[in-house]
């Protein structure tokens, strides 16, 4: 077994905004309880020096994918456009300056770093598993190719692709497999949506 180089209480693998959000609210829980912060770290596999947030930050993506609440629904409960989000969703959004769904992602990267250093988590980038060691189903620790092993009490996977997952064995479903139909899948792309415009007009 590889020589631990360090133990963290919260290791979150990659760094899509959710899983960050997660590293952070657990970190503050923790202090509520205990008045000091855990050990966490931050491990990515991109380059943390061109942004930390995943697909929405290193990838330029300058809106947020928000669906919007039926206007009949708002209205009976009272809600805003997007619905009532988790206060650290909201926190998120008002840190980047997001009115709507339009984001910088240089101020995304911003608001992330700042909740992160206020939890005092470390980030350690450019970085790829060499393997992933576990107590029977267990996850114990993660072993880098470039030598170093982290060891954890918890693991937040937050890659777009469940690698985390994938390296400890965990099988991954193809397609729709869950519904029989593992051939099939769905498309990810941007979607407009229109107002008015015909099927004709649209194909013009």
Not at 60 to 76: C, F, K, N
Not at 157 to 176: P, R
């Amino acid at each position: 077994m590889p020589t631990i180089t360090r133990t963290y209480d919260i290791i979150c693998f990659g760094d899509e905004v959710p899983g960050i959000l997660a590293l952070v609210c657990a970190a503050r829980e923790y202090y509520r309880q205990t008045k000091q912060y855990p050990q966490t770290l931050l491990l990515l596999k991109g380059n943390s020096k061109l942004g930390i947030g995943g697909h929405l930050v290193r990838g330029g993506l300058s809106y947020l994918d928000r669906s919007t609440v039926p206007p009949a629904i708002r209205q009976s409960r009272n809600l805003d456009t997007f619905g009532d989000p988790p206060a650290i969703y909201k926190e998120f959004l008002q840190r980047a300056g997001v009115a709507l769904i339009a984001l910088d992602p240089v101020k995304a990267d911003s608001a992330l770093r700042a909740m992160l250093q206020e939890v005092r988590a470390d980030i350690i980038s450019d970085i790829e598993i060499k393997s992933v060691i576990k107590e029977g189903q267990k996850i114990t620790a993660i072993e880098l190719t470039k030598g170093e092993t982290y060891a954890g009490k918890q693991f937040i996977d937050c890659t777009v692709n469940a690698e985390l997952a994938q390296a400890a064995g965990v099988k991954k479903l193809k397609g729709f497999e869950t519904f029989g139909l593992p051939d099939s899948e769905l498309a990810v792309t941007l979607v407009f949506e229109t107002h008015g415009l015909s099927i004709e007009r649209l194909k013009t």
